[in-house]
């Protein structure tokens, strides 16, 4: 375990833990400024933070400017003066938990993988556009090892799809609208909301697990069943 060098402890949201946890303060920076004449004030403050539990380093940024501020009133009638701070973390929290598979599983294709880091990544920053052309890559990428021409159209390969018998009838539409959703975001300057690409997202996942995961499993599965024996003839007595 690293050795504790301070005793001050804040909450904070640790990106290994994936949850608020208790955190060491392992170093604090703080730029001030104010106007010469006005009364305008702000504060950026800077702080390594490690988590208590997993000791994960990570960055925590304040920043304060005085005309954010705004007033209100308590119960008594008295003004009350609340100052909104802005608080970013980096690494930040995932948008999306990743699953399982993708964590402790190697994808056989790399390829498949990077796109699918990618893509998380871009829904972590709140890059929406990047994240649905990025699902609609990934779904490229996956109908390929499919041995599906990658020069054929979507809506050929979604085709080819449904006729190998990889997908139904219900999940070809859902994929088709999930390729149109990236499209639009690629070429008709379409900006998907949040949980419009989380949906994209969730239905590039199920696809995925069920071919590339599930698929694997089971072969293994079926390794592991030892086979049934034939029973042993009776012997007749005279």
Not at 197 to 225: P, S
């Amino acid at each position: 375990m690293a050795e504790t060098t301070t005793t001050e402890i804040t909450k904070a949201p640790c990106p290994q833990c994936n949850g608020e946890r208790s955190c060491f303060i392992r170093g604090t920076h703080a730029v001030r400024w104010g106007h010469h004449s006005l009364p305008i004030y702000s504060s950026n403050t800077g702080q390594i933070l490690e988590c208590c539990g997993c000791e994960e380093i990570f960055f925590r940024k304040s920043f304060w400017f005085s005309e954010d501020d705004s007033f209100g009133y308590d119960e008594a009638g008295n003004e009350v003066l609340s100052q909104n701070v802005k608080i970013t973390y980096f690494p930040n929290l995932p948008a999306r938990t990743r699953p399982e598979w993708l964590s402790h599983r190697k994808l056989a294709d790399d390829q498949l993988k990077r796109l699918l880091d990618d893509t998380y990544e871009a829904l972590d920053a709140g890059l929406l556009i990047f994240a649905a052309v990025g699902v609609r890559t990934c779904l490229d990428r996956a109908s390929e090892s499919f041995d599906i021409d990658p020069g054929d159209t979507f809506e050929g390969k979604l085709n080819a799809m449904f006729h190998q018998g990889r997908i139904g009838e219900t999940e070809k539409q859902h994929l088709a609208v999930l390729i149109d959703a990236g499209n639009a975001a690629a070429h008709r300057g379409w900006v998907p909301s949040f949980e419009a690409v989380n949906t994209m997202i969730g239905t590039l996942e199920h696809l995925i697990e069920r071919h590339f995961i599930a698929a694997v499993d089971f072969v293994a599965l079926k390794g592991q069943v030892p086979q049934k024996q034939p029973r042993p003839g009776r012997k007749r007595t005279p």
